[in-house]
Nanobody
Framework: VQLQAYGGGLVQAGGSLRLSCATSGLTSDDYAIGWFRQAPGKEREDISCISGSDGSTAYRKSVKGRFTISTDNAKNTVFLQMNSLKPEDTAVYFC?????????????????????????WGQGTLVTVSS
């Protein structure tokens, strides 16, 4: 499984960006995929995830209502639409997938635990939000 994140850039506070994560090697619906971010000097944190099994989604509280995760029809690309961006959203954003499990009504903690244990990671893309 390979993932490639792109779409980062510089945006003013209040603006929007859409990140994309191109995937290859996901041969069934038994996967979950999502996004993490890491700001300078801080630990990596989970943001959002989506189930390949039933399409359910989950979000970190601080981004809920501003960010939306989705996939294209072929499920080859995962998107993170980010609206109302804030300077504290500045970070390197990573996409990650975990395969081999059926995910029903996905939750972020379970996805994060599984990804940290056996996930596939893409390289990050930098998002900078200016004030």
């Amino acid at each position: 499984v390979q993932l490639q994140a792109y779409g980062g850039g510089l945006v003013q506070a209040g603006g929007s960006l859409r990140l994309s994560c191109a995937t290859s090697g996901l041969t069934s619906d038994d996967y979950a995929i999502g996004w993490f971010r890491q700001a300078p000097g801080k630990e990596r944190e989970d943001i959002s995830c989506i189930s390949g099994s039933d399409g359910s989604t989950a979000y970190r509280k601080s981004v809920k209502g501003r960010f939306t995760i989705s996939t294209d029809n072929a499920k080859n690309t995962v998107f993170l639409q980010m609206n109302s961006l804030k300077p504290e959203d500045t970070a390197v954003y990573f996409c990650a997938a975990v395969v081999g499990d059926v995910w029903r009504m996905i939750d972020l903690p379970s996805y994060t635990i599984a990804t940290m244990r056996k996930g596939y990671w893409g390289q990050g893309t930098l998002v900078t939000v200016s004030s």
